[in-house]
């Protein structure tokens, strides 16, 4: 968050910044849904458009020399907390900076950053947050990029890894906790739920607990990180249940129209900060225009996502009692009484819109259904307007050893499908007549 640099006895810099939205009417806390329209940008700054330009500048005009310095005093980490002006584009741009202040309201962060991809949001965090000799605990198992990203590339610099399966509890998590603190300095805790592609959920309660227990007595306390890609941010906060940062795909639910490729960090001020720092150093920011374009996708955000689960729901139900169906993966099937529907009560508001779907058969019942949809396109990615379906075990997670593919459940009759928000009589339509011709 920007302000201006009074406390310095400067004049205030006439940024955008001075005139913030009320979040608030009367005692009444406004809703994200309602904020995404103007939050963050004064329209008196931009020659009164009601909508933020797109700023295509690489660099920002100072109006002193002290002003600047102060501002680099940000930039450098020598005042921490983020600039407290425009600087240069490599650092941060007015789109970018509404986006971050918009996106930071869904999970309730005292911060956020954003990033070219999600990959590079993930690997801006672990370079800011690992040195030689470091171990990172995580649940397992993680989006593949990440799993390359920690294993073989961060083990290069001598970083290795240990992680506990997804649905862990807590003396399970505690346990791999105290191996790694006897292996290395922990860096960080990382999770990912619901897991790719088996939509495991990780009881972020359970986590926190256990790293309280076991890694919170040195001086330096690993941050609890989570990627919130698939539920995120409508339908789980994990900053509530103990996390410090949540990581985004914009590129799904987020950006949500299949057009952009994004991603964010969020968390407390102190988390973010070092983040912030490599960001800085190495220029992960996503551009102006990919910011804009997120700006646009956020005021629909809530009604794209609601519809998307309406119609996952719908779809789910149907697909559950056809006779060619074996199981669906569904987070709103979850087992009464098991682990995973307890984790799903407490962290969870909606079971999302990506899903499994075992077809009776193998690989040529799969490719046959897929072949056959008409509506449904064929393409990896989810969280977009359109709904799409994959074949895991021969496209996203190919190279993945068969044992662990088995071990994963990525069997060949798997089809994996991402409900947009088209009209659900016509979804059930497709994937009715794609399931005839099996
Ligand atoms: C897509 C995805 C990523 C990577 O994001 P990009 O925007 O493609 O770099 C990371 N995590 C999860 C869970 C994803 O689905």
Known sequence: MTKTPDEAGLPGVPGR???HQSTTIGNRALHPSTLMMGYGYDPVLSEGSLKAPIFLTSTFVFESAAHGKRFFEGITGVRPGGAEGLVYSRFNGPDQEILEDRLALWDGAEDALVFSSGMSAIATLFLALVQPGD????????YAATETLIGRILGKFGVTWMDFPAGASRAEIEAVMAAAKAKGRVAAVYLESPANPTNALVDIEAVRAARDAVLASGDHVPPIAIDNTFLGPLWQRPLDHGADLVVYSLTKY???????????VLGTKAAINPIRSMRNTIGTIT?????????????????????AGENAAKVCAMLRDHPKVERVGYLGFLEAGSRQADIYARHCSGGGSTFSLYLKGGEAEAFRFLDNLKLVKLAVSLGGTESLASHPAGMTHLSVPAARKQELGITDNLVRISIGVEHPDDLLADFEQALAAV
């Not at 171990?135 to 993680?142: D, E, G, K």
């Not at 987020?254 to 964010?264: K, Q, R, T």
Request: no cysteine.
């Open 287 to 307: 551009d102006p225009h990919t910011a804009w374009l997120i700006l646009r996708s956020l005021e629909t955000l809530e009604l794209r996502m609601s519809r």
């Open 254 to 264: 987020v950006g949500g129209h299949s057009d952009l490729v994004a991603g964010a």
């Open 135 to 142: 171990v990172i605990v995580h649940s397992a198992p993680l």
């Open 17 to 19: 910044r001075m005139a």
